[in-house]
């Protein structure tokens, strides 16, 4: 038998396997490296950044300010029209007036038979006059923004006539450039209402050229005739229920919100550090009393004790309130950050690296700051980044029940308060500041999620 | 397990007591008091005010009469509203508000742990992409936002019946309790859903569900026995938390609905300062947490027989 050949050979290494290939990554650049490979946290993470952008260099670019009223456009949605009429100065109206009919006692009062807008309709005046009701002995005049069919809803009662002899009426209430229902009913001595005569009046807005020049639409009061159309400021986002500009007070109100809603977690993040690596550090008793401590505080009903203190911190009338809120805010916020920290110290002071840098003589203070609190880092940032959402709705819960930042100051939670009263008729008032807390607290909550998959392998999600 | 019990509401008295205790000096440290109003009062008027409620008295005085009372249950009289106690108060409004709680938690429970499990078990397919959307936007949008459009619908919907299904505001019947518990219950569910699923994933595929296949169980009870029974732990863990939430949102959804439960009148209390009020309120709100979180903790120890009281 011939002797078998191996047809084997050993293999050579040919490379050298104890060359580093890339330059070893710190734990940082590890995790920004997982970050950007998450689409998801990036793309939040640019919102995030843009959310800042709009509320601090915004108000740069966009120069309103959220405290001026246009009075001409209350209520605006966003995209309405800003064609303006000039025309001359307001002179006063006489009035229409008939002899009164006498009626047939017992008889129902029939309805006035003819409602006529007198002149144009605009938003300075509505003219409207009709036609004498027999035995009429007052009329009055209904009106409203929705068609009273079929409901029969006649709307806000504008005015009573009470002389019978007059049978028109001039509405100057609060006029905007919208179509009215307007309703005339006749009234009989006892107060029985008539049917009703109804006329529907698209108002146009109007303006003196005195007006105009005064709110700088044109340069002087002679460049425009009447007759002429002009065009009103422009108010991208609308304006709320005072006419100030919703965008204006969307970026200052931003300033409010994202500033306690980054500022307040940030500050009482801290707090829990100092507190929970003590605690942790201190071991023992000492710990025990400190944890017992921070869950009385846990156990303190939150916002009960967020209104609590902000009467307490909020002496003088007129201000803000921003700082009275931040501070309870971190009154009541360490101890969640303090208990995770605790734990993450009572873990790492257990570590092999720790007991080898006490060997080398390590000090506690440069144990704490050097070993212990760095590698707490991770953890800390998710709650961080997890708290500025908390933060940003009890912000605005706070300033939606009232008890939150002061009017006229804007916040997003107190745009969303008055938004939602007008919900039915304006509701890009509502929407607007709802939708930009929605939007921050999304982006915070994705950004969150991201720097815990990134940061933090234990606690990575299995989505 | 009657030790942990005991241990456990001894460590809740305690903490109830704390509570108060914090209260009533936060409280007393607010300037002014309820007796100063609108009306002006003649000095020798509100000596006789201050005597007859004991304002007089040096605080740590009125701090220990007020602990011997509350002790035997007497939170005093209001301040504001004449001769009014403050046990009928509460008890006319918090059983409102604690209605409203409970009703959103149950809701919250029942729909995050079947929506989780109802994700984790499409991962990556429609229901799980849609609900977990959903759940993102749930998570991400303000209680009041929900109860503002919660409400715009019922009008809608009203409006398209012809006839009042379902109250718009106000409380009483079932009909009217049925739209604010969802609202408030919704972001909550948002909350239990995610860990639900997250918990869900985990045991999908464990060992143990893997031999319950193998053994032929039909899917259903594996589901049932399983799968849910495990994933379902750690969403009693974050319940007892998640009533606090509730709470917090609850005054919200009060507001809005004009729902006579505690909350507004808790905040009308503060702005008046009516002492006896405010106390009664935040001591029952924080016991009501307590033990709340107590109870949980108890269950959680019967449900899972791993975990070792003591």
Redesign the interface.
Known sequence: MAAATLSFEPVRIERDVETVARPSLSYWQDAWIRLKANTRALISLYLVIGLLAFTLFGPLIWRVDPAVQDLDQISVPPGAGRDVTVVNAYTPWQGVTATPLPGEPGRTLAAPAVLAVVGEPTTRAVRLRWEPVPGAASYRVFRNIFDPEPDGALGLPIGDVLNPANVSFEDRLDLKPLTYYYSVVALDGSGAQSDRAAATVAVTRVITAAEAAQKGLIEQASDARPGDVLQLQVHPLGTDYLGRDMLARLMHGARVSLFIGIIAPFAYVMVGILYGSVAGFMAGRADQILMRFA??VV???????M???R??FN?QPGDDGIYPMMVAMILLGWPAAARLVRGQILQIREEGYIGASRLLGAKTNYLVLRHMIPNTMGVILVTLTFAV?SAI?TE??LS????GVAPPTPSW?SM??EG?KT??TTPHE?IAP?AL???T??AF??LGDGLRDALDARMR??? | MLRYTVKRLIQGVVTVWFIATATFFAMHAVPGDPLTSDKAVSPEIRANLEARYGLDRPLVEQYWIYLTNMASGDFGISFTQQNREVNDIIAEHFKVSATLGILAIVFAAFGGILWGAVTALYRNRAPDIVIVFLVILGISVPSFVFAAFGQLSVVKLNDWLGFTLVPVAGWGTVQHMIVPSLVLGLGTMAFLTRLMRSSMLEIVNADFVRTARAKGLPATRIFRKHQLRNAILPVITVLGPSIAAITTGGFVVELVFAIPGLGRYFVQAVQQLDYTVIMGTTVLYGAFLVFMVIAVDIVYGLVDPRVRLD
């Open positions: 869950d009385f156990a303190l009903p939150f916002l009960l004790f209104i609590l203190f009467i307490l002496v959402p709705f605005a819960f939606f029940i009232g008890m939670g969303c308060n939602l919900m039915l509502l709802a807390i929605s939007v607290v999304l909550n994705l999600s299995t989505e």
